[in-house]
């Protein structure tokens, strides 16, 4: 019997929320079961700084589990995943995982799959970093997890907001294991050049 592909994506309320929505978007397009967990403050962010409605965004996942669902599926390793997004993911809840305060399901599964030896990739929004911050995030990767911040490419000459959003999740796949071609890829400072010179 074969385990279908689960990710489970998890949307905290830093700023960012597009990140989180665009990653959605895309994986509805893939067979990859996607499972979701909004906070409380996703929610507000998504409403804040979107034009989508949180029913919408709910609708893009297979599965929508609440906050607060300590005994969802996705709470223990024996549900098999292919790992964990958390886009945006903001201080609080990667100083949650790092320091295993598993009170909310988005840290709880995050626990769970580091647990089981999964990636977890933490897309960071906060900037600029205090030395608790970096305290933080030094503790979640040593415990197995991804800093990944959503920092633009600038090499790949983006021309939007939009084009930078699908850029770093194009990068966020790439980084978990999952093809895709919504990357603008280096190809060498030669061939750079040799373009502009035709």
């Known amino acids: 019997m074969t385990t279908p592909r689960r990710l489970i994506i998890g949307m905290s309320g830093a700023s960012g929320a597009i990140l989180g929505i665009r990653l959605l978007e895309v994986l509805r397009s893939t067979e990859i079961e996607t499972h979701l967990i909004l906070s409380s403050a996703a929610r507000l962010t998504i409403i804040g700084e979107t034009t989508w409605s949180v029913q ?12 607060g669902d300590i005994g969802a599926t ?7 995943t292919d790992g964990m997004i958390i886009a945006p993911c903001s201080v609080k809840t990667v100083s949650a995982i790092a320091y295993g305060i598993t009170d909310d399901l988005i840290a709880r599964a995050a626990d769970v799959c580091l647990k089981e030896g999964r990636p977890v990739i933490a897309v960071f929004r906060e900037a600029p970093l205090h030395v608790g911050h970096l305290r933080a995030l030094t503790q979640f990767a040593e415990i197995g997890g991804v800093v990944f911040p959503p920092v633009p490419a600038f090499y790949a000459n983006l021309q939007s907001v939009d084009d930078l959003v699908t850029q770093i999740v194009g990068r966020v796949l790439d980084r978990i294991g999952i093809e895709n071609d919504l ?13 502009r010179n035709l």
């Open 56 to 67: 919408e965004v709910e609708r893009l996942a297979h599965v929508v589990h609440p906050i």
């Open 74 to 80: 996705i709470a223990s390793g024996s549900f098999k």
């Open 183 to 195: 990357v603008k890829r280096w190809e060498g400072l030669r061939a750079r050049h040799d373009a």
